[in-house]
């Protein structure tokens, strides 16, 4: 099994930063992509950026210029910065990573529980 923990949510106000992190522990093998997503209130969940493990990033086009992933493999932890926040970036951030338990060819997928990012106009 693998756990997923993030940190680092919070109040901020609009055009402020905040960094999320998310450490995976646990039977950890190999992990492929890691990201993040959000779901805010009566809205479905969406991806809001994600890093293979070689590094190679994409991003939602909403938070594309703000918001930066990266990944320490040695750690098993990715990071989201977020600068220039809006309101509407006000959700549940959740961390997910694929991990291939050893002896298998298939990825799992595992999420974190959450963490609130609140921005304040």
């Known amino acids: 099994q693998v756990q997923l923990v993030e940190s680092g949510g919070g109040l901020v106000q609009a055009g402020g930063s905040l960094s999320l992190s998310c450490l995976a522990s646990g039977s950890i093998f190999s992990i492929n992509d890691m990201g993040w997503y959000r779901q805010a209130p009566g809205k479905q969940r969406e991806l809001v950026a994600t890093i293979t493990s070689g590094g190679s990033s994409t991003y939602a086009d909403s938070v594309k210029g703000r918001f930066t992933i990266s990944r320490d493999n040695a750690k098993n932890t990715v990071l989201l910065q977020m600068n220039s926040l809006k309101p509407e970036d006000t959700a549940v951030y959740y961390c997910?990573?694929?991990?291939?338990?050893?002896?298998?060819?298939?990825?799992?997928?595992?999420w974190g529980q959450g963490t609130q990012v609140t921005v304040s106009s």
């Open positions: 997910y990573a694929d991990h291939r338990p050893s002896g298998t060819l298939r990825y799992i997928r595992y």
